[in-house]
């Protein structure tokens, strides 16, 4: 085995770590030095920032006796890293557990040139190394994704390059080379969003009119009656909408989906914290398209997925589930294909619901509908807001055809599908009882089929077709 001496983070680690201090004193400090006409007199500085500069202080140089004491290596078969503190701790991360590696940048690190690696093995919070220098964050970035690629392929029967087993450096630009990292990534952008429709979406989705009705109907007791002291109960609904706002934009800002490369896509996003996140094609489970009554205007939808070992919609500790924040039916057909090669969509034929199932749906019974075959099975719903799900046969974890007492009085029946994840569920009720049956016999025999081939999420496969909007078409054909 190939040992090298371990390597340390970015000198600046602890600097970075504790900029909520060092902001502020900088602040208190100032305002005593403009209170005093511009002079600083240590006289007038009171007891309590002297207090917060001490504990600053002293937490930088345990900072400091930390970053000392934390290394990491890229050895044979592992990443390794370890902290010898206070508490002695070692952790090792196998190449063929990692699942996906993402560069975050706050503000505070962006401010000085150095990001956070965040490394996801799929079960449990990340493993992270703060902080790393930009340029060789993307060495360790593109060194593991390589590694993790080459023991997948290795895995499947394949031949590991030359050099796979190979400890190496990452502070040294010449032990990785950029030719080397530029096989498992790519700069070709397939979609972006410019800023102006993200900040238009998000003032139109129906989470911030809902919101908006909501407190005008609040509100409307307090105008009738004009006591007006109600109205301060309607602050915190306020304070939500401005937090789903700036939230989604601040996220969600300057959006590229990149092209797929070795199975793997990335995705770009940030105004005042950036993320460059990668994505395995494999651990996609579904896609969900939502669009609000006042995006069919414009043609936009936005499209969520179920990525394996994700837990939140944009949780700290985790990816985004976010695909595509707000795009057209041609940007979202462009974003499937970079995800899922080869599905297509304009192979759908959409079924609707039998009449007697508006007693299940009374308020959408016409929008709702299914599509299946080999590759995909789809469903739609809502009379507003409209949602289309997509989950692949490869992907299927357990299907079920079950009836209700409602549906069993009405002869009708329904089945599901189940995948990991809460972002995406398949849920069709209504339909024939023979229909629903032969749903299940059908399904097995693609689950088999994708199970033994490959095809469906080989990047090389052919692009998804054009197909036209399927929300927005005629009415689906009847079930017969």
């Known amino acids: 085995m190939n040992q090298l001496p371990p390597e340390r983070l970015h000198p600046l680690t ?114 992270k190394l703060e902080y790393l220098g930009r340029a060789r964050a993307e060495r360790v970035r593109d060194e593991l994704a390589r590694r993790a690629a080459l023991v997948r392929d290795a895995g499947r029967g394949g031949t590991p390059m030359a050099g796979a087993a190979t400890s190496v450096r990452t502070d040294d630009a010449r032990a990785v080379p950029q030719q080397r990292g530029a096989l498992f990534r790519s700069d070709d952008v397939v979609v972006s969003v410019p800023p102006a429709r993200l900040v238009a979406a998000v003032v139109t989705s129906g989470e911030f009119l809902g919101s908006i009705v909501f407190a005008l109907v609040a509100l409307l007791p307090s105008i009738l009656t004009r006591q007006f002291v109600l109205a301060g109960l309607l602050v915190p ?85 976010v695909l595509l924040p707000v795009g057209s039916w ?22 609707a619901l039998p009449p007697r199932a508006r007693w299940l749906h009374p308020l959408d019974w016409r929008q709702r509908g299914w599509a299946v075959n080999p590759q995909v099975v789809a469903d739609r719903s809502g009379r507003l807001n409209r949602r289309i799900s997509l989950v692949a046969p490869a992907r299927a974890q357990s299907w079920a055809v079950q009836q209700g007492p409602l549906e069993r009085r009405l002869g009708l029946s329904g089945f599901s599908v189940q995948i990991s994840g809460h ?58």
């Open 14 to 127: 602890p600097f970075v770590k504790g900029w909520v201090g060092l902001l502020a004193i900088v602040f208190f400090v100032g305002r005593s030095w403009l209170e005093n006409g511009g002079r600083f007199d240590v006289d007038h500085v009171t007891w309590w920032v002297w207090i917060l500069l001490a504990a600053m202080v002293g937490s930088v140089l345990l900072g400091l006796a930390s970053w000392r004491a934390t290394t990491f290596r890229l050895d044979d078969d592992a990443l390794r890293l370890a902290t010898r503190f206070i508490w002695n701790t070692s952790t090792v991360i196998n190449y063929s557990k990692v699942q996906s590696i993402d560069i975050v940048s706050p503000l505070a690190a962006r401010l000085v040139g150095v990001c956070s690696l965040r490394i996801d093995v799929g079960s449990g919070a990340p493993h």
């Open 237 to 321: 609904a306020v304070w939500g909408l401005g937090a789903l706002v700036v939230n989604r934009v601040v996220k969600e800002w300057d959006y590229r989906l990149h092209a797929p490369a070795r199975g793997v896509v990335r995705v770009a996003r940030g105004l005042t914290d950036t993320v460059s996140q990668t994505v395995p094609v494999e651990r996609v489970q579904g896609f969900e398209l939502t669009q609000s009554w006042l995006w069919r205007r414009f043609g936009w939808w936005r499209v969520r997925f179920t990525v394996l070992g994700y837990r939140g919609d944009d949780a700290d500790e985790g990816g985004s589930t």
């Open 330 to 351: 041609a940007e979202v057909e462009a974003a499937l294909s970079a995800v899922w090669p080869g599905i297509d969509l304009g192979s759908l034929q959409w079924q």
């Open 423 to 480: 972002v995406v569920a398949l849920n069709v009720t209504g339909v024939e009882p023979t229909v629903a049956r032969a749903f299940a016999e059908s399904f097995s025999g693609w689950v088999r089929a994708a199970l033994t081939s490959r095809t469906l999420f080989d990047p090389a496969s052919r692009p998804v077709g054009s197909c036209a909007d399927p929300a927005l078409s005629a009415a689906p054909q009847r079930q017969s």
